[in-house]
């Protein structure tokens, strides 16, 4: 079992930067793809960003790719996503997920493992 807790949301304007972290209880967090997802206020969960297990690989949603970075410390089982020139619509729970495995994936239903979420809010 694997437990994540994420961190570092907050209010920023737009145009500011975020850094959230997650981070991950069990000792094969080197095992995992992580990844990250966000939901905003009355849509549909959806993909942000996604690392294999050794952070070599990693894949973005178009809209952030060039603003946001996922990266990870498995030294200290944890998974960041740096956030970069916000924007309004980047408002959402931010939220973490892994599951076993190297390789990275964008498909809500390929991780089994979530974290509570964190609310970020950009402001125009």
């Known amino acids: 079992q694997v437990q994540l807790v994420e961190s570092g949301g907050g209010l920023v304007q737009a145009g500011g930067s975020l850094r959230l972290s997650c981070a991950a209880s069990?000792?094969?967090?080197?095992?995992?793809?992580m990844g990250w997802f966000r939901q905003a206020p009355g849509k549909e969960r959806e993909f942000v960003a996604a690392i294999s297990w050794s952070g070599d690989d990693t894949y973005y949603e178009h809209s952030v790719k060039g603003r946001f970075t996922i990266s990870r410390d498995n030294a200290k089982n944890t998974v960041y996503l740096q956030m970069n020139n916000l924007k309004p619509e980047d408002t959402a729970v931010y939220y973490c997920?892994?599951?076993?495995?190297?390789?990275?994936?964008?498909?809500?239903?390929?991780?089994?493992?979530w974290g509570q979420g964190t609310q970020v809010t950009v402001s125009s």
């Open positions: 069990g000792r094969t967090f080197s095992n995992y793809a």
């Open positions: 997920a892994g599951r076993g495995g190297g390789w990275y994936y964008t498909e809500r239903d390929e991780y089994d493992y």
